[in-house]
Structures are given as structure tokens and as C-alpha cells.
């Protein structure tokens, strides 16, 4: 899973869970603050209910006490009643400020269609049997005519007091006792009212009780529940992608055996394991013989199919202890644990091949892959992982050239041959530093007019000690450690300096075609590099060739030089396709459109005069690049016989020995002069003009 994807995925979980946990939060808060407002209510009315109780209560002691202290005024001394009637005027005074406030706090309303309701408080005020409001009023009312009459007649009136008549001012009993009565039933009615209204709050904070417990089960259910599942799966999601990230970091994609990292990482603990068991331990270099030609014919698909079957069979015949490892590539080792004797690890090790060996079916068509194995043992051969892999590697490279299909071990001879190796690639690296590499130039030459049609560069280095090393000793080494582009950069800037300056003097080369391999290709500068070698010295790109193996052709969509040879092409500079008839390349990268020239390979031409069969190869390359309107040019011709039946066939130019043997620059430039046509010069004669 791709990084972009997963941040996606990651934010929307993140984004779901915050959602869903500040919904459930705002649910859950708005219902319980609904339930702390009924419970504030419930406890207001509860308070209000109860203030109204004791006020009932207080107006029923209050009836009572005025026609109490109403008779105690009238049945007292003289003396006596000031005290009394002073109590009297007080009660009073409380009786009626106590009734205002209860009217106050019930809110009643006379004319309220609720007095009709017999359960209700006004009914009870304003209606009948009770008739409160008539009743408290004018217990009020007489209480304080009596108040005031007392007053006249003790000359405690400050305003004359009473006026009317005696008989006037008398406190009806009657009054009091049903004021009381009234009370009494507002009180209850009261009562009946409040556990009401308490029964319907209490009703209804249940049922929001319940609903909150509902609505907190429903978030569960719907929320969170899907919310947790959502992490939990995610969750496992990521688990297992974190167990395959493990997984891919130590095994190989394809064909599911451990990788070149996890080998690095344990095979010094195995040889440690070794050492200490005081056993053997075999390292094994397996390789596929016709991989290439395979993925070539069949395609990567068939190439893979290939490998994963080969990696299966090694496993089936390896033990539980021993480790098998794919490098890379057609690439395998086995790890042999506790390998015994020499003769032990031969019989594994070719039984491993036998099996490997064995023809595998693809859609129909049999493949015989062929294997080739190195064997390099500890402690004999090395004592650490690394140099245990470079010398089964070196055995490898043995058994391959006693023509594939074969087991080799690691040997002194291959000691001394790795040393030499070693050795050659040090200098390698001193050469490419000091830039030591020289270039050679071998012509090409039209048979039938003798004009020069182009002129390769080859690559040769002169050891200071050693003398001249052949390009098939270096370029294999250089090759294998990565080295080959550093030294084709410094061919071609040399090779393309050289025809710069044969140009700029008039010298006539054709074309200097230089070889470029698919390292130098795949390097994400080389166009950059190669446009400004030939801006720096001012050779034109169409006398520029990059001579190519029909590999590069193969791999180029895969790797991208296809496009980069594209843009090459298209600056002006040729394609030639090099030793023509030795790969697999198909007729369809054969195109006028991409190449420019065939280099038909020196193993056809070399005695084609004694070959019918090389005879016919080159006459249908010939026929089918004249066909295409493409040039053609055979390398390696050597005798006069070969040219001659090169000239028969109809193939003109012709590169090789026979023509002219690689030469440094000094002769190069030399021979071309040699053969360069003699410009005609005009000569002004001193004189009258005849």
C-alpha cells in the first residue's frame, strides 16, 4: 500500500472518530442538562409549593388568633385592652400582607375560567363552597373596623378613629370559621396540585432517564460501535501490512525465498553457529544458464515462471536447516548447514542442479533452463560471509566456462585468479582516475570505391607495468563492479575530441561510431554528457554513431532507454544495431525508424567463402537491410577471398583486418590523411590575365 493512500485512509479515520465522538458527546450533554433543568424545576416548585403551605398555615393560625383576640379586647379591663388590641391590629396587618403575597405567588385571576375547575386553586378563592377571597377579605376588613373602633374608644386613634356605630363593628365568627375552612381546603388543594405537578416531573425526568440510557445505547450501537470496528479493522489492516512490509524486506518478492538482505544479515551468525559446532559450512552460488535468451524469446513472464519454479525446486530438495536465498535476478544460493565431507556437498549440490536441470512446462512450450553452481566451503575456502560468496561466486564463473550445466568448487587456481582480479580492478580504478584508457581507430571502407564510410573507436589500455591488457580481460571486470560507464565516458570524450579536430582539418572519417553499452545507457546524465562532449568540440552530431547490442534494444521500453535513444536519434546522431544475428532481438526493432545501420557479427563473415550456411545469413541480412533502406557493414573480414564474396553478395562496406588493423591516433590520422582525395588548388599566375 502506497504512503499517499494510507495518509488518506489514516485522515479519514481520524476525521470519522472525532465526528462520531463530539456527536455522541453533544447528545449526551444536551440530555442531561435537560435533565438538571426538570430537576431544578422539581426543586423550585417543591420550594414554592412549600412556601405557599406555610403561608395557608399562617393565614389559618392568623383567622384564629384575630377572633381570639377580638373577644379578648371586648371581654378585657380597660387596662388590659391596649396590650390586646395592639396584638389584634397586628395580626390583622399579617393576615392581609400574608393574603397579597399568596395571591401573588398563586397567580390567580378572578375572571380565569380556571375557578370553574373544582380541582383547581382558583375555584377555591373565587368560587363556591368556599369562596375564599370573599371570605379572607372580609375578615380583613372587620378586623380592622374593629381595630379602629377599639382605638376610638381608648383614645388610640391618631385620626379620630371609628365613626359608624357600634353594633357595625362586631367580629361575625361565622367568618372566621369559614375563612378557616377555606384555608384549609387551599392547602390541600395545594397539596393535590404539587404531587402533580411532582408525579408529571418525575414522569417525565424518567422517561428522559431512559432515554438518555437509550440514546447512550444507540451511540454504542452506532457510533462507537462501528467506530471501534472501523479501528479494529484498520487496526489489522495496518498489522498486516506492517507483517508483509517485514516480510518483503527479508524475502524476495517472486518466489517467496529469503533475500540478499537477509543473508547479509545472518550469514555471519550462521558461520558463527559453524565455528562453534566445530562443522562445515557449504555456500553454494547457483545461476541460470539461458535466463537471458529465455526472458529474450518467452518474454519476463515466462522468466519469472521460470524462477519461481526453480525456487520451489529448491526448496524440495534442500533440508529444513539449510537456507536458500534469492541474489537477484537468475541469481540463487544455498546455505549448507553442517555440510560434512567434500563428497557431501557434491552429492547435494548436484542433486539441487539434477532437479533445477529438469524440463519445466510453460503454455506448451518445454523450457530447459540449464543451471551452472559454484561451491565455496568454511572454513577451508574462506573464514568470513563475505569472501565465502566472492570465491563460490569465482567457482561459478569456472563452471560456467566449462560450458554450463556443471558443479564447480573453489580452488587455489581460482585463489590466484581472484587475486589477479582484485588486483586488475584496483588498477581499473587508478586508470579511470588518471584517465589512462586510450582510444584506437579501426576504419570502414566501401569495397567497391574504397571511400572511407566510418571509423569505429575501441577502447585499449596500456598497463605501466603489465604492458597491454586486451579489452576481453578489463571490460568483464569493469563490467561486474559498476566500472564500464566511468571508462566509456572517457572513450567517447577522447574519440569525439579526435574526430572534432579531423573535421576542423578536413580529413575524411565518415562516421566515428563509438560503442556504448546498457550501464552507460541506463545512467540518467549520459544524453545530457554525450550533447555537451560534441558542443564542447564542435563535431556535428550526424558524425557521431552509437553502436548498440541487440540487448539494449530488448530492455529498452523496461528501463527507459528506449526513449533516451529516441532523443539521441532525433539530435541528429545514428544507431547502429552491433553484432547483428547473435541475439534474439525481433524484426520488429529492426525499424529504418530507429536504426540507421546493421553490423553484421565476424563470426558469419569469418571464412564465408568455405560456409554455405554463413553465406546464406549474410545474404538474407544483406537483402533484408537493403529492403529496409538500411546500411550495412560487415566486421571481421580478413582474407581477399571473404571480401570478394562480401563484394558478391552485395555487402559493400566491410571493417576488419584486412582492411586495417585498430591503430592509435597518431597513425589513425595518418591513414586517413593518407587516403583523404586531394582537393584541386587554383594558382595565380603573376601577369596579364590570358
Known sequence: MSQQPMQTISGRLILLVKAGYWLALLIIAAMVMASFILLQQMMAGQRNDE????????QKVLS?????????????????QPALV????????????????LLERVVADPTSPARLDPKSVESVLFAKPFHLDYFSVGLIANGERLVSAFESQLGMADNGGYKGGGERVNLDASVANATLSGYAALGHRINAQADAQSERLLDLHRTLFYSTIGVIVLVALFIFRPMSNAILRKTRELIDTRNSMAFIAVHDGLTGLHNRTFLTDHFDTLIKGAQRRRERLAAVHLDLDRFKQINDTLGHAAGDYVLVVTAQRMRDSCRASDLCVRLGSDEFVMILNGAGGTEDINTVARRVLTQINEPIVYRGTTILPGASAGVAVYPIDADNAQDLLVHADLALHAAKKQGGGSLSFFSEALRHELDYRKRLEHDIRIAIAEKAFQVYFQPQVSLSNGTIGGIEALVRWKHAERGMIAPGEFIPIAEKCGLMPAIGRIVIAKAIGEAAEWNRAGI?????????????????????????ALEKS?????????????????????????????????AGVHLELDDFGTGYASLSHVNPNEIDRLKIDRRFVQNINENGDNTKIVRAITELARGLGISIVAEGAETEAELDLLMAIGCDQVQGYSIAFPMPQDQTREWLVARTPKRARLTVLQGRLA
Open 64 to 80: 384564629q388568633r384575630i377572633v381570639f383576640l377580638a373577644n379578648a379586647a371586648g371581654a378585657a379591663t380597660r387596662n388590659q
Open 508 to 532: 575524411a572519417f565518415g562516421r566515428l561510431a563509438v560503442n556504448v553499452s546498457g550501464s552507460e545507457l541506463r545512467e540518467a546524465d549520459f544524453d545530457a554528457f554525450l550533447f555537451g
Open 538 to 570: 564542435g563535431l556535428p552530431p550526424q558524425k557521431l554513431s552509437l553502436e548498440i547490442v541487440e540487448s539494449v534494444i530488448l530492455d529498452d521500453e523496461k528501463t527507459g532507454i528506449a526513449a533516451k535513444l529516441r532523443h539521441i536519434r532525433a
Open 51 to 58: 412556601t405557599l403551605l406555610d403561608i395557608v398555615g399562617m
Open 86 to 101: 395592639t396584638a389584634f391590629k397586628q395580626a390583622t396587618a399579617d393576615f392581609e400582607r400574608n393574603y397579597d403575597l
